[in-house]
């Protein structure tokens, strides 16, 4: 199964944890395979980032899953003290967290994962899809004796196995979907502001910054009533009902 491919073991509600249930959440993924004189130099450290979290299982999925690659002690410190916990976002400290494990991802999957901002909030995503726009827009290279297609499929996985992408299902005929957290949508749609813009039903008065190059409507109402998109660089478009 999909599922188990992907080692998306860690199913949480989304409410609010415990210190306890916190900590036990994080150590379960930051230190999977490392060695005991390994966890005793960084439990100190650990605890101060997840109480970073504030309780919020998603924010404590992406940290783990980020320090899980994290090797040595200043690079946890790092973590730890970075500025970006200090960044007055609405989400007080979720989105800081989010944003954390977003600055460690490679360029590409940076590029895959803040693309997701043109979809709607709790929109289903079917997988192939999400594949053909990365490789539409050349998010995607080839990897040695790899094609486009399979790479994209590594793509996903990574995205899923770190958190940005959650609810993956399977209907059993190759057909994979998945969805974004409200949180993670929040920090796509940040990051790709001046890049992605998305329509749907009562957005009034369409005012469409220049500088995006990825553009959805999801209501065709909405699209056949614009005069016209005047963008520099488009790339993208998208017309659908939501």
Avoid at 14 to 24: A, I, K, T
Avoid at 94 to 99: C, D, E, F, V
Avoid at 100 to 122: G, M, R, V
Wanted: charged content about 25%; overall charge neutral.
């Amino acid at each position: 199964m999909v599922t188990r491919r992907m080692a998306a073991t860690f199913v949480q509600p989304m409410g609010r944890l415990s210190e306890e249930d916190s900590w036990h959440l994080f150590q379960r993924l930051a230190f999977g395979m490392k060695r005991t004189e390994e966890r005793a130099q960084l439990e100190a450290i650990g605890v101060s980032i997840v109480k970073k979290c504030g309780g919020v299982p998603l924010a404590i999925k992406a940290l783990g899953n980020l320090m899980r690659l994290k090797d040595n002690e200043d690079q946890w410190i790092a973590v730890k003290e970075s500025e970006i916990w200090d960044l007055r976002e609405e989400a007080s400290k979720i989105l800081p967290a989010l944003r954390l494990s977003y600055t460690n991802l490679s360029p590409h999957l940076k590029q895959c994962f803040a693309f997701c901002a043109i979809f709607p909030k709790d929109q289903v995503m079917m997988r192939e899809e999400l594949i053909a726009l990365w490789m539409a827009n050349g998010f995607i290279s080839c990897r040695r004796e790899m094609n486009l297609h399979v790479t994209g499929i590594e793509i996903f996985n990574e995205l899923v196995g770190r958190s940005f992408l959650q609810e993956v299902e399977d209907d059993g005929f190759g057909n994979i979907t998945c969805k974004m957290h409200d949180l993670m949508h929040d920090l796509a749609q940040s990051i790709a502001v001046q890049e992605c813009y998305m329509s749907t039903e009562g957005d009034g008065k369409l005012e469409i910054p220049k500088t995006v190059r990825h553009v959805a409507f999801y209501n065709k109402s909405v699209a056949s009533s614009s005069k016209g998109l005047k963008v520099l660089s488009l790339r993208s478009l998208l017309l659908r009902n939501k």
